[in-house]
């Protein structure tokens, strides 16, 4: 299992926006339509990563624990499921369903949107504030698949805490790890 890390993008760096389809709705789901008041976390997953199949159960509670106050979750899957079928939109939309994620799960089948935001492996996690501009990316947790440690979303959970306060979110953040975005391969 590869483990390729977040590229860490400047915090401050404004948000891109994009109209994705969402796998579960049938939908296109805009950022500026799904943003949230206080925050908005971007997160790319996909259904096969060990990673993501790790904190699937963390995103969960984290999306229902947080949605009430002010914050919105958007999961968007970028791999190329030429190579990958099991990320295709109808099994996002069986997972999904399986998870009971409380977020849209929006496909990028062109790739272009986990480009702009430079997202590098899954999971990984953009906290943008209430004018999406990037507080927060990286890790969920301290939590790996076989390490042991608690999956909390303690990361996350600070970060977001820190907005919803009006603070400043604190700028020492670590890297995501996960799979690599799957690319597609332009021949």
């Given amino acids: 299992m590869a483990r390729t890390p977040s590229v ?4 401050g760096s404004k948000a891109p ?3 994705l389809p969402d ?5 296109e789901v805009s950022l500026e339509a799904a943003k949230g008041a206080t925050a908005t976390v971007i997160m790319f997953i996909c259904n096969h990563c060990p990673f993501v199949k790790h904190v699937n ?3 969960v509670k984290l999306g229902n624990d947080y949605k ?3 914050i919105s979750f958007i999961a968007i899957s970028s791999n190329d499921v030429a190579g ?4 295709g939109p109808e099994q996002m939309k069986l997972v999904a369903s399986q998870q009971n994620y409380p977020f849209p799960y929006l496909y990028d089948a062109s790739q272009e949107v986990a480009k702009a935001y430079e997202a590098a492996c899954t999971p990984d996690f953009f906290v943008y504030d209430s004018n999406l501009l990037l507080a927060y990316r990286g890790q969920l947790d301290d939590s790996r698949p076989g390490n042991d440690k608690p999956n909390s979303a303690a990361d996350i959970r600070n ?8 603070k400043p979110v604190p700028a020492d953040q670590k890297p995501s790890i996960g799979c690599n975005i799957k690319w597609r391969v332009v021949e």
Avoid: N
Wanted: net charge negative.
């Fill in 57 to 59: 159960a963390a995103l």
């Fill in 8 to 11: 860490m993008t400047p915090l």
């Fill in 68 to 70: 009430s106050k002010g």
């Fill in 159 to 166: 970060a977001l805490d820190h907005l919803i306060q009006g």
């Fill in 23 to 27: 796998t579960v709705s049938g939908k």
């Fill in 17 to 19: 926006g994009f109209i």
């Fill in 84 to 87: 990958y079928p099991e990320d």
